[in-house]
């Protein structure tokens, strides 16, 4: 390389250049001001996005069923771990990156580190601290590395799920497409395995034959050009160019053992707490009790607001609760509400009503809905679903209830609704009793919802039959 003249650098273009590379070195010297913007703009941005997944998605899959909600769930699924990646990687870089800060400042204000000489302990615990204690510019250098670390792990790891949930789609979509059009028949999730079976298969065979005898090969041999052939076929359709350096480079330069223990405890972790966060606690299959006096389950001594939809969340969808207006009933009928997920929903009524055709097709339909069913049809499938269900009002079952279909209004969620009359009802207290008959459970699912009426006819203030005022004789 020549190095530049004295007229070169007194020149324009070579004053362009030096304020070209004085900006570039000082902007890599100050990286940590802008990792520092980004990470805290990063878990900021990120905060709300959990919610609002969540929220799509609980709207959206009350009505999918079969292939559509599997691709609806590894589409949540996915998205979720990422935003959970995003949020903890970042998180944890701020956090870290903080402490580097801090220790670089405590760093500038005492550069001269421990004062030994009055540091208030004996001989034998000096010279240990002297052994074990890191200096500050180590501690610097070390909470520097990890910062960066992390920062590139953790996009490498989003990379990872991104590729994973685009090459899902893409073979799910051969799947569907092979099994529905080209072959007539279901099982997309065997043509959608088979595909995956074919794309892996070459490369993981090439990878075993190069370990094996890969060095006796010839370098330009057929074998050895056959091989190089599908380890480049792999890098493409499993997209590890975006996330296979990073991952390489941690991998050969941190030790085997450790990368591999760190890796495997964030995937379990993060993992974990989506099953936690996102399966168990939101189905009531995990809680804590709060007090050995108050139930986790109110059962039938409780006011549960998820029944009445006057008391529900805006924009809150509970896709597995009955729901009626409020609890004190004040009009002649009382309409309740019972949801049906299209997931479960058709092996209950084969189960229940074989006899019972369906009133059209699921999967994907483009263009606009057909004509609506017959009503014969119609009330069939609806007495069926009917029978899903065992409703009683205050302990007596009710028969001969007539539904019709219902779809909430803001969300996707479909069910049944049928109008209870209010006339003859007991002043007071309440109870309807729904019991799922069809869910497979043992015990089966029951939903214990009081409302209350008032008296048929109130006393006028102050008029015949109003109790006296005060005590005394009239």
């Known amino acids: 390389m020549i190095a530049p003249t004295m007229a070169d650098r007194e020149s324009p273009a070579g004053e362009r250049g030096a304020v070209r590379r004085r900006f570039l070195r000082n902007l890599h010297e100050r990286t940590w001001e802008l990792e520092l913007l980004l990470s805290g703009a990063v878990v900021f941005a990120l905060s709300r996005l959990p919610a609002a997944v969540d929220g799509v998605y609980q709207r959206l899959e009350p009505g999918l069923a079969g292939d559509v909600s599997m691709a609806a769930f590894f589409i949540w699924y996915y998205l979720k771990l990422i935003l959970y990646t995003l949020i903890v990687g970042f998180g944890l870089h701020l956090a870290c990156r903080a402490y580097w800060v801090g220790l670089v400042g405590l760093d500038s204000v005492f550069p001269r580190g421990i004062r030994w000489q009055n540091l208030r302990q004996g001989p034998l615990a000096r010279r240990v601290y002297r052994e074990r204690l890191p200096t500050l510019p180590r501690m610097i250098r070390v909470a520097d590395n990890v910062c960066s670390i992390i920062f590139s792990s953790a996009f490498a790891l989003i990379a990872v799920f991104l590729v994973s949930l685009v090459l899902a789609g893409v073979v799910g979509a051969v799947g569907f497409l092979v099994s529905r059009w080209l072959v007539g028949r279901g099982g997309v999730g065997a043509v959608a395995a088979a595909v995956l079976v074919v794309l892996a298969l070459p490369s993981a065979v090439a990878g075993l034959v190069d370990r094996m005898a890969g060095e006796r090969l010839a370098p330009e041999g057929r074998v050895a050009r056959l091989l190089?052939?599908?380890?480049?076929?792999?890098?493409?359709?499993?997209?590890?160019?975006?996330?296979?350096?990073?991952?390489?480079?941690?991998?050969?330069?941190?030790?085997?053992?450790?990368?591999?223990?760190?890796?495997?405890?964030?995937?379990?972790?993060?993992?974990?707490?989506?099953?936690?966060?996102?399966?168990?606690?939101?189905?009531?299959?995990?809680?804590?009790?709060?007090s050995a006096y108050l139930p986790a389950d109110l059962g039938e001594m409780g006011v549960d607001y998820r029944y009445y939809e006057s008391e529900r969340p805006e924009g809150e969808v509970f896709p597995r609760t009955p729901a009626i207006p409020a609890d004190v009933v004040t009009g002649p009928y009382l309409r309740l509400f019972i949801p049906l997920r299209a997931r479960p929903l058709a092996e209950q009524v084969e189960e229940t009503c074989p006899e019972v055709e369906p009133l059209g097709g699921g999967g994907i339909r483009l263009g606009r809905p057909g004509a609506p069913p017959p009503p014969e049809r119609a009330r069939d499938v609806l007495a069926c679903l009917g029978r899903l269900w065992r409703v009683e009002l205050n302990g007596e079952p009710l028969a001969d209830l007539s539904f019709r279909f219902h779809n909430r209004p803001g969300s996707r969620l479909q069910g049944i609704v049928t109008y209870l009359p209010t006339a003859g009802l007991p002043a007071g207290e309440n109870l309807l009793t729904l019991t799922e008959t069809a869910s497979g459970d043992d015990p089966p699912e029951r939903h214990f919802i009081p409302f209350w009426t008032p008296p048929a006819d109130p006393p006028a203030p102050g008029g015949a039959g109003a109790p006296p005022q005060g005590g005394g004789a009239p």
């Open 228 to 290: 190089c052939g599908f380890f480049r076929f792999s890098l493409l359709w499993t997209g590890a160019l975006l996330w296979l350096p990073t991952s390489q480079v941690l991998a050969t330069n941190v030790r085997r053992r450790v990368f591999l223990s760190v890796a495997s405890l964030f995937v379990v972790g993060l993992l974990s707490f989506f099953l936690v966060s996102d399966v168990l606690v939101p189905r009531g299959r995990l809680a804590v009790a709060s």
